[in-house]
Structure formats: C-alpha cells, structure tokens
C-alpha cells in the first residue's frame, strides 16, 4: 500500500522558517518525481515545487522562488520542502504527491493527508 506521510506544519511569524518532510512507503521512491502542493483556505490546489526521481532536477512556483528548496532523501524515502522568509499568503494546507513517472507530467497519482502551516504574527 503507497502510503505519503506529511510532518513539520505549523505556526510560524512572518520571516520564519519551516522544513516539511513527506515520508513514504509502499513503492519504489527512487523510481517517482515529487512535488510539494498547498491548498489555501477557501481556493484551490496550488502547484509549489517538484524534483524528479534523482534529484537532480527541480521546478518552483514563482511564488516562492528564491525562498523554498525541495530535496529529497532517497536512501530514506523521504521527500523535504525548506520553506524561508515565510509570508502570511504561505498559510495553507500542504501535500506531497507522487507522479507515476520519473520526471514530472500531467498529473499525480498518490497524495499525502496534508500538514497545516499557519503564517501569522
């Protein structure tokens, strides 16, 4: 069973820092692009980063460019998103989600639960 587990949400001030960890299980991690996608209250999903199944390839969101850095640890089947210079409009619920390619396509076939992060002084 694929499972995508998401940790590290939270309450943090404006200029904070926040590191979210997506642990998985129950497929080959090393084999599948990632990506790291949030829901705000009350709009839709919101497509924040990806990196493909070595690593060696990433993509963000103009948003937040320049302030988050998705990793991934493929010896611990984890994925990571390093959130910066957090802003009160990053406030959302986050999910990993699994693409069933190596690179990143048109959609995704497996999604975390979520973890909340509140930015707010």
Not at 15 to 38: E, I, K, Q
Not at 94 to 107: L, V
């Amino acid at each position: 069973e694929v499972q995508l587990v998401e940790s590290g949400g939270g309450l943090v001030q404006p200029g904070g820092s926040l590191r979210l960890s997506c642990a998985t299980s129950g497929f080959t991690f090393s084999n599948y692009a990632m990506s790291w996608v949030r829901q705000a209250p009350g709009k839709g999903l919101d497509w924040v980063s990806s990196i493909n199944s070595g690593g060696g390839s990433t993509s963000y969101a103009d948003s937040v460019k320049g302030r988050f850095t998705i990793s991934r640890d493929n010896a611990e089947n984890t994925l990571y998103l390093q959130m910066n210079s957090l802003k009160p409009e990053d406030t959302a619920v986050y999910y990993c989600a699994k693409y069933p390619t190596p690179g990143w396509g048109p959609g995704y076939d497996y999604w975390g639960q979520g973890t909340q992060v509140t930015v707010s002084s």
